[in-house]
């Protein structure tokens, strides 16, 4: 029987704050204009991996960026992107699910009316003393 002392229900609600290059990273704010909520991470209890939403509003970029040891995949819940991942554009439309490497440069625009979201997951969570996020541009 598995030990479920540690596990944490983490449900997503609009009114829980959105992360924004803003605090993070002010060389590259406000050109991305990414904003992420975590549904799994350290911060909830998870040491092994990291899931959360991310959105780019009408207009909005995810500048191209790649990630030395995490790999990452996404799922389009909401809205349509350009993305592009290692060289390679497509349009994400609701129900893609893609996967991305680590050391793979990708990046998302929004060139639609509305709102795109996605879900996240890293196969490791980030961490404030070894960031793993290096701009490609």
Do not use: K
Not at 3 to 27: C, K, M, N, Y
Not at 128 to 134: H, S
């Amino acid at each position: 029987m598995s030990d479920l002392s540690q596990a944490r229900i983490h449900t997503h609600r609009d009114e829980e704050p959105w992360h924004t290059f803003e605090t993070v990273d002010l060389g590259i704010w406000p050109r991305d204009t990414i904003a992420w909520n975590y549904l799994v991470a350290p911060s909830t209890g998870a040491q092994e991996f990291e899931m959360g939403v991310c959105r780019i509003d009408p207009g909005g970029t995810h500048v191209l960026h790649h990630h030395r040891e995490r790999a990452e995949l996404y799922y389009v819940t909401h809205g349509t992107a350009s993305v592009s991942v290692g060289g390679e554009t497509f349009e994400a439309t609701p129900g893609s699910a893609f996967y991305i490497p680590p050391g793979v440069s990708h990046g998302f625009v929004n060139r639609s009316a509305e709102v795109f979201e996605i879900v996240y997951v890293y196969n490791a969570p980030a961490t404030r003393e070894g960031v793993d996020t290096f701009w490609d541009e």
